[in-house]
C-alpha cells in the first residue's frame, strides 16, 4: 500500500492569490469608471482648464448598450 503525500503546496494559496489580484481589478476598473463619469460631468471649459477636450474625455466611456 502506497501512501499519498499531501502537498503543502496546493492550488488553495494560488486560488486566493487570483482572488486578490482579480479584486484589485475589479476596485481599478470601479475606480476608473469614476474618473471616466466624474469627467463626464465637467464643462467644456473645465476640460480645457486641466488640458482635456470633450473628445478625449469620452474617448475611455465605453458606448452605450443598445
Known amino acids: ?3 499519498q503525500k499531501i502537498s503543502l503546496t496546493s492550488p488553495v494559496p494560488a486560488m ?3 482572488f486578490g489580484r ?3 481589478v475589479a476596485m481599478a476598473r470601479q475606480a476608473h469608471r469614476r474618473s471616466l463619469t466624474a469627467l463626464a460631468q ?3 471649459r473645465l476640460l480645457c ?3 482635456l477636450t470633450r473628445a478625449e474625455a469620452d474617448a475611455g466611456r465605453p458606448l452605450p448598450r443598445s
Open 1 to 3: 500500500m502506497t501512501s
Open 16 to 18: 486566493g492569490s487570483m
Open 22 to 24: 482579480l479584486l484589485q
Open 42 to 44: 465637467l464643462d467644456d
Open 49 to 51: 482648464d486641466i488640458g
